[in-house]
């Protein structure tokens, strides 16, 4: 059974940083795709980004520039920096595995818990 947790999140003021971390386990993670998401009150929940096996990483247009998606498959832990914050960045960021690259929710099999990020102006 896979299972992920993340960490890292807290409060941070406008134009401020945070790397958040997924630590995976029970499961073949050097394998998988690993995906973040974020989810604000009331809104759907939303693609930052994903990494390849090898490294490639996707990102979304508001995440561009921003953050970066790294990964440890030593460590099996996968992390998403985080600069230049914004009070929009405001949301609980869940990272997630599965078989595929995309943007999609349906692409990833297996969820974290999710950690809260919050950006105050």
């Known amino acids: 059974q896979v299972q992920l947790v993340e960490s890292g999140g807290g409060l941070v003021q406008a134009g401020g940083s945070l790397r958040l971390s997924c630590a995976a386990s029970?499961?073949?993670?050097?394998?998988?795709?690993m995906g973040w998401f974020r989810q604000a009150p009331g809104k759907e929940r939303e693609f930052v980004g994903a990494?390849?096996?090898?490294?490639?990483?996707y990102y979304s247009d508001s995440a561009k520039g921003r953050f970066t998606i790294s990964r440890d498959n030593a460590k099996n832990t996968v992390y998403l920096q985080m600069i230049g914050l914004k009070p929009e960045d405001t949301a609980v960021y869940y990272c997630?595995?599965?078989?595929?690259?995309?943007?999609?929710?349906?692409?990833?099999?297996?969820w974290g818990q999710g950690t809260q990020v919050t950006v105050s102006s």
């Open positions: 029970g499961g073949t993670f050097s394998r998988d795709i």
């Open positions: 997630a595995a599965g078989p595929a690259a995309g943007s999609s929710r349906r692409l990833y099999d297996h």
């Open positions: 990494i390849s096996r090898s490294g490639i990483t």
